[in-house]
């Protein structure tokens, strides 16, 4: 599913994305760099792909969302991580 919704600046935009219970990704069609950027830190979702669709899927990457759309990452490293009780042993040798 898709949602094209017009909006009147870029900052608008982004509180349009933001004010739904959804986050898994966010696409973005744009030359300029700095909108890149800004999205980055104000968009509440999982991924942002620019100037292209998410047809793909490699599995190094933390595929998951944000909000409604998922708790967790999916991949073969989260996978794992998610599998794994990490622990943390500390010795100090110096006595």
């Known amino acids: 599913m898709v949602t094209l919704q017009h909006y009147r600046d870029f900052r608008q935009a982004l509180a349009i994305v933001n004010d739904s219970a959804f986050g898994l990704q966010a696409g973005l069609f744009t030359h300029d760099l700095r909108l890149v950027y800004r999205a980055l830190e104000a ?53």
């Open 43 to 95: 968009l509440e979702v999982g991924a942002i792909v620019v100037n292209e669709v998410p047809t793909f899927r490699t599995d190094n990457y933390p595929y998951g969302g944000v909000k409604d759309s998922g708790i967790g990452r999916e991949g073969v490293r989260y996978a794992i991580e998610e599998m794994t009780e990490l622990r943390t042993l500390v010795i100090n040798t110096r006595r």
